[in-house]
Structures are given as structure tokens and as C-alpha cells.
């Protein structure tokens, strides 16, 4: 609890969006973009690192993974996930602080 | 039997567990939150985590089952590529309503969580199936890829770039997920 104010802090391990509240008064999400980036490199390292190792270790037959990983699809398909769950995230801020509000 | 069928069995059993456990997670519930309106047809608000957590149960399972029958081999010769993206589509649809249903509503209910468990489930099966046509078939039916697989060995690499780019992604989602994760200080 803090007194007079305080706030709702979203991400992991940095906290890259917030909401804070004064008084009972809700001044709306704020997003720091820089630590947004920050983490994802984080997710990022940890990623490739095991992708990386795993492909090594399956490069040398016609797995099933390895198909999935080489294919130009999967990365389409990723791309489109990425940008449907960054927009959707986004929309769902608005709607939450809309009913928040509301 | 041969170690792929074995761990393809074991994982489908996984994925059985998993799912059911969503499954009695989720009516394990019931109308505990508002026990005074049990069997009124209102609707119980129920809390977020719950509903998102038998989706994410749901979802998991789904996909291990699936995984679980292509290891082991089952129906394998009958997967032909063609439709792949659509069934993937589709997948991807009812996974994107069911989290809809689970998580994003305002205020998600008994009903919106059940919805959006089974949704988690048939979505994800869906798109990994679709995603098993699309690489099982790039070459026509399975049964002539796995046929060509001695060609192919040495044409699969592990290019630096690709799997960047695959990571970015996947970190990019990864972040954006752990923004679902909030701690309060009000």
C-alpha cells in the first residue's frame, strides 16, 4: 500500500508499462519503450540460445522440429502471431483502462 | 516398438493429463465464486487467472496430444499437405477467440472460461495439425517426403539469420506476454 498513490507495474524482469493512481485518480497506462526492448532482448538471448543449441542437435535428420524450423512459413506465421499479440495486448489496455474508467 | 512411437505415445498421454486437468481445474470451480445464483443461468464472474490458466492448461494439451499422435506415427501416410494453411488459419483463429474468451473480456465468466478452454484446445490441435500437413507434405504426401528423407539430410543447416529472426519473434511475444503479469503497490 502507498499512501496517496501508487500503481499496477506489468513485465518481466523489467517493468516496461504501469498505470499509476494519486488520490484515486487513474492518469492512465504508461509504456517505457526502452525497457520494452530491453526485455525482449533478454527473452530474445534466452531463445536463440536454446533454439540454436536444439537445431544443432537435430540439423542432421529430417525431424519433424527441424522441418518446422527451416520452413519460411513458420517465420510467416510467427511474424503474424507477434504483430496479432502486440496489437491485441494493445487493445486490450484501452478496453481495460475504458472499464476502468467506465 | 520404435523409440519415436514410444515418446509420441507418452507425450499424446501427456497431453490427455494436461487438458484433463484444465478440464477438472476448470468445473472443479463451479459456482463456488456465487454460490447464489448456481443453476439461475446467471453467469458467475470468475477470476481472470483462473480462466486463463485452465486456457492456457487447455491449449497445452491440445498441442502435446497432437504432437503426441504424429510421433507415434498414427494415420501418418494419410497427412496430405494440401489445406495445411487453412487448417493452421483456423487453429490460430479459435486460439486467438478462446484467449479472447479467457483473458481479454473485462470481466470473464464461468461460461467465457469454458468457451475459451475448449477453444484453447481445439485451436491448438488445429494449428499444429495444420502445421504437420504444411511440413509433411512440402514435397507431396508423407509417405513420399519420409521416402526422400535420405536426399534431404544434408540439405537441412542451421543458419544463424533464421533462427535470429525465429527467436526475435518468439522474445518479442515472450515480453509482450510477461506484460500480463502485474504487481500492485495501490
Known amino acids: 500500500m502507498t ?3 501508487g500503481g499496477v507495474y506489468w513485465g518481466f524482469p523489467l517493468s516496461w508499462k504501469s498505470i499509476s493512481a494519486w488520490l484515486g485518480y487513474y ?3 504508461q509504456y517505457n519503450w526502452p525497457v520494452f526492448i530491453l526485455d525482449s532482448f533478454f527473452y530474445t538471448a534466452a531463445v536463440f540460445f536454446f533454439l540454436y543449441i536444439s537445431w544443432l542437435n537435430i540439423s542432421l535428420s529430417k525431424t519433424l522440429p527441424a522441418r518446422l524450423l527451416g520452413s519460411n512459413k513458420t517465420i510467416a506465421l ?3 502471431m507477434t504483430i496479432v499479440v502486440f496489437t491485441g495486448s494493445l487493445a486490450y489496455d484501452y478496453s481495460y483502462l475504458w472499464n476502468l474508467w467506465g | 516398438m520404435k523409440d519415436a512411437s514410444r515418446s509420441g505415445i507418452v507425450l499424446a498421454f501427456a497431453g490427455t493429463v494436461v487438458a484433463g486437468l484444465g478440464f ?3 468445473f472443479s470451480q463451479g459456482p463456488g465464486a456465487c454460490p447464489s445464483v448456481a443453476g439461475t443461468g446467471v453467469n458467475c464472474v470468475m477470476p481472470r487467472s483462473f480462466a486463463t490458466l485452465a486456457y492456457y492448461l487447455g ?5 502435446l ?6 510421433q507415434a506415427r498414427i494415420g501418418r501416410k494419410r497427412i496430405v499437405t494440401e489445406g495445411g494453411w487453412l487448417v493452421s488459419s483456423m487453429g490460430m483463429t ?3 477467440l478462446g484467449f479472447f474468451g479467457s483473458s481479454l473480456l473485462p470481466f470473464p465468466t464461468t461460461t467465457s472460461a469454458e468457451i475459451g478452454y475448449a477453444l484453447g484446445l481445439l485451436g491448438s490441435a488445429l494449428m499444429i495439425g495444420g502445421m504437420v500437413k504444411m511440413s509433411a507434405g512440402e514435397r507431396g504426401s508423407v509417405s513420399e517426403s519420409l521416402a526422400g528423407e535420405r536426399q534431404s539430410r544434408l540439405k537441412i543447416q542451421a543458419p544463424a539469420a533464421r533462427v535470429l529472426v525465429i527467436s526475435i519473434c518468439l522474445g518479442l511475444i515472450a515480453t509482450i506476454v510477461s506484460g500480463w503479469l502485474g504487481v500492485s503497490t495501490l
Open chain 1, 3 to 5: 499512501p496517496g498513490g
Open chain 1, 27 to 29: 492518469n492512465g497506462f
Open chain 1, 78 to 80: 510467427l511474424g503474424m
Open chain 2, 24 to 26: 477438472l481445474f476448470l
Open chain 2, 59 to 63: 491449449t497445452a494439451g491440445g498441442a
Open chain 2, 65 to 70: 496430444l497432437l504432437m503426441g499422435i504424429w
Open chain 2, 94 to 96: 479459435l486460439l486467438a
